[in-house]
């Protein structure tokens, strides 16, 4: 199962990937400005128990800090404890993501080492400027598992010199959603499974994104078909085992 965690909400627009963050829009609706960074009600989630033990149960995925950046620098008087908590938590698997891989390295705690086995931490490469900026920082640090995340894919990016040597394990593509989406081509996606097929590591069709071209046509895609078409197109690749 998969639960989500958000011990802090807000965040800075950082990069190209920013302009049409969902979590500005949402905030935005309810007329809060998500540039405050505040510290959420429930940010001790993963040790609390109920009757029956934890309410997050062992093996439940827990996707980390998708209102905000666990690497967020207006985080860092918190991140020590979330640290603390997720250490505590080795029954689960934390899934951080990140776009904030540059200043990482100073935010890992004193016990990390080579990087906790149950911590997957993925980066978000937009186009080929952050693809080329994050990735070689990335692959340098001390982590266990690592995976990149190429959406919103704004561009083509060519991911084949850093996909070597079994850093990363699988490679997550697609499209943007919400008011204003910009397009999200085809060719661009295939191109990434092309390179994660030769390279041998997982990749993953996640949306279409409202816009989509394909063929030169672009396709006005509804939120609650952009999952469904992207599993329809059957280009998902398995990887090394």
Same mark, same amino acid.
């Given at each position: 199962? +998969?639960?989500?965690?958000?011990?802090?909400?807000g965040c800075? $627009?950082?990069?190209?990937?920013c302009l049409?963050?969902? #979590?500005?829009r949402? !905030?935005?609706e309810?007329?809060? !400005?998500? @540039?405050?960074?505040?510290?959420? &009600?429930?940010?001790?989630?993963? #040790?609390?128990?109920?009757?029956? =033990?934890?309410?997050?149960?062992? =093996?439940?995925?827990?996707? /980390?800090?998708?209102? +905000? !950046?666990f690497?967020?620098?207006?985080? !860092?008087?918190?991140?020590g404890? &979330?640290?603390e908590?997720?250490?505590?938590?080795r029954d689960?698997?934390? %899934?951080? %993501?990140?776009? @904030?891989?540059?200043? &990482?390295?100073?935010?890992?705690?004193?016990?990390?080492?080579?990087?906790?086995?149950?911590?997957?931490?993925?980066? /978000?490469?937009?186009?080929?400027?952050?693809?080329?900026?994050?990735?070689?920082?990335? *692959?340098r640090?001390?982590i266990?598992?690592?995976f #990149? #995340?190429?959406?919103?894919?704004?561009?083509?990016?060519? *991911? +084949?010199?850093? *996909?070597?040597?079994?850093g %990363?394990?699988?490679?997550?593509?697609?499209?943007? +959603?919400?008011? =204003?989406?910009?397009?999200?081509?085809?060719d661009?996606?295939?191109?990434?499974?092309?390179?994660c097929?030769?390279?041998?590591?997982?990749?993953?069709? @996640?949306?279409t994104? &409202?816009?989509?071209?394909?063929?030169?046509?672009?396709?006005?895609i509804?939120? $609650?078909?952009?999952l469904?078409?992207?599993?329809?197109?059957g280009?998902?690749?398995?990887?090394?085992e």
């Open positions: 199962m +998969s639960v989500t965690w958000n011990p802090w909400h800075k $627009k950082y990069s190209e990937g049409n963050c969902y #979590v500005f949402i !905030d935005g309810h007329d809060i !400005d998500s @540039r405050v960074v505040k510290l959420n &009600a429930r940010f001790d989630l993963p #040790v609390k128990r109920g009757k029956g =033990g934890y309410k997050i149960k062992p =093996g439940d995925e827990v996707y /980390t800090c998708l209102s +905000s !950046d690497f967020l620098e207006e985080a !860092d008087e918190w991140r404890r &979330a640290w908590i997720i250490a505590g938590r689960l698997i934390f %899934i951080i %993501i990140t776009k @904030r891989i540059l200043r &990482a390295a100073g935010c890992f705690p004193a016990d990390w080492g080579d990087g906790y086995e149950h911590v997957h931490i993925g980066v /978000t490469c937009e186009n080929q400027r952050r693809a080329d900026e994050r990735l070689p920082v990335f *692959l640090l001390p266990k598992h690592r #990149v #995340v190429c959406e919103p894919l704004l561009e083509k990016i060519e *991911l +084949s010199p850093y *996909l070597g040597g079994g %990363i394990e699988r490679v997550v593509a697609g499209g943007e +959603s919400g008011p =204003g989406a910009r397009v999200c081509d085809w661009w996606v295939v191109a990434l499974r092309h390179t097929a030769g390279a041998d590591v997982a990749f993953n069709f @996640r949306q994104g &409202a816009l989509f071209r394909k063929d030169g046509r672009i396709y006005r509804p939120r $609650k078909h952009q469904e078409q992207a599993a329809r197109a280009i998902d690749f398995a990887g090394r």
